[in-house]
């Protein structure tokens, strides 16, 4: 149950409203995350610019990649609302049905090249408490990555870090959209949609 009441679209702020409609390109809704936040306008507006800024292609790192990304680092967080989100998004930026499926276990897969698999493991680390990141790990990366693109890679998971605390700390409510997702992609590795329904 969500803690906080999300904001109906008509009661977010009226600049902000026209803000966050971004979210509706790449998730297909405004999510209640941001709707909750929109108690606060700030924080929404900020949370809105940063997400902009983080999932913006700039590099090597593509759209569709960083919401993999963004799948890996939630679901090495345990935060089931964003794990549906990410697995949405990443279908809506083309991610092939293979690697939909894979993601969760990508290190045996084919689906993902060896560049691919050390940002994956990069995140993971990143993501865990504590933190996980090694030299080693950090040298793989520097294998295949740049610089610029390991701070995008970087960026993806502490964006996810902010949204797993936020959403699983708030029970923030699943949306239908990723919770159909969720259900066909995740549903056969034991997802449940757990304290977001």
């Not at 698999?117 to 680390?125: G, I, P, T, Y």
């Not at 159909?180 to 949609?193: F, N, V, Y």
Request: charged share 20%; net charge negative.
């Amino acid at each position: 149950m969500a803690i906080v009441r999300p904001l109906e679209e008509a009661e977010i702020e009226e600049g902000l409203r026209t803000e966050v409609q971004f979210f509706k390109g790449p998730l297909g809704v405004i999510p209640n995350s941001v709707r909750t936040m929109a108690h606060r306008p700030g924080i929404a507006r900020a949370f809105t610019a940063l997400n902009r800024a983080v999932m913006a292609p700039q590099g090597a790192v593509t759209p569709e990649f960083k919401r993999l990304l963004g799948y890996a680092s939630s679901f090495a967080s345990g935060c089931r609302y964003c794990q549906a989100h990410m697995i949405l998004a990443s279908e809506r930026f083309g991610a092939s049905e293979a690697r939909l499926n894979a993601v969760w276990d990508f290190e045996e897969s084919p689906q993902f090249t060896e560049a691919e698999k050390a940002a994956l493991r990069f995140v993971h680390a990143a993501t865990a408490v504590p933190n996980a990141v090694t030299e080693e790990i950090g040298a793989a990366l520097h294998a295949h990555w740049s610089e610029g693109d390991i701070v995008e890679i970087m960026a993806v998971a502490a964006l996810f870090g902010w949204l797993n605390r936020w959403n699983d700390s708030m029970g923030t409510a699943l949306e239908d959209l990723p919770l159909d997702a969720a259900e066909r992609h995740l549903g056969p590795t034991g997802w449940e949609i757990g304290k977001h329904g």
